[in-house]
């Protein structure tokens, strides 16, 4: 059996969520219904986020649990995670997301039997769905922003220090190279025995003497026979 401070503590709670739940209704989108569009809404759908009337309400609690949970907006107790839901999404945000691909000329339906066949569209089937959507709230998004940019700060920590750049396959090729040979210098004929031989030119006939008669050593050792 609860006590008297915990029955205080939860009513003081259940004020709150209903001060909540009333601000956000007073929104223009949240004034009508999410599917009908019929005024005055005093219903909700808090896993999905969207205020509903009456009678949508009747049609959601038909589509199981698994898909929508709905809730009196001043009849039941709500918990503060329901709240959040409710908070994170709305009438205006849950449009975007569950007709986005709604065609330009369509009318809301307005008997029961469309108004199901419509809701089963929207919801079960998800025919109007923007795929690339994401139902993240909006901390949850500020939390992944932060947890990327906790990453890139630890990526630069780690980052290694800058290395040599190590010299391209044409530079090593070019200090391969072996350098050009010096051109040989011309050599001295100290003894003149490479200098060209001299030509006499007699009677118009060019004959070739050697370099001198002297050079003929073996001419003297030679007897007349």
Not at 181 to 200: M, N, V
Request: net charge positive; aromatic share 6%; proline share 6%.
């Amino acid at each position: 059996m609860a006590t008297r401070s915990e029955r205080e503590k939860a009513q003081k709670l259940n004020e709150q969520h209903q001060s909540i739940l009333c601000r956000l209704l007073r929104e223009e989108d949240n004034k009508y219904c999410a599917d009908c569009e019929a005024k005055g809404p005093r219903w909700a759908s808090w896993n999905i986020g969207v205020f509903i009337c009456i009678r949508c309400a009747g049609i959601h609690r038909n589509l199981g649990v698994h898909i929508s949970r709905v809730k009196s907006v001043n009849l039941d107790q709500w918990t503060p995670e329901q709240i959040q839901c409710m908070q994170d999404m709305g009438n205006t945000k849950a449009r975007v997301i569950y007709e986005a691909n709604l065609p330009e000329s369509f009318r809301r339906p307005q008997t029961d039997q469309s108004v199901e066949f419509f809701i089963r569209e929207k919801y079960e089937r998800k025919k109007y769905y923007d795929k690339t959507a994401s139902n993240a709230s909006p901390k949850e998004k500020e939390k992944k922003k932060e947890d990327k940019k906790r990453d890139k700060e630890t990526e630069k920590s780690f980052k290694p220090l800058p290395t040599e750049k190590l010299p391209k396959k044409e530079d090593q090729q070019l200090d391969l190279k072996p350098s050009p040979k010096k051109a040989l210098e011309p050599s001295i004929d100290l003894l003149g025995l490479d200098g060209p031989a001299e030509t006499h030119i007699t009677n118009g006939s060019t004959t070739s003497t050697a370099l001198s008669d002297d050079l003929d050593i073996f001419g003297p050792m030679m007897s007349n026979p």
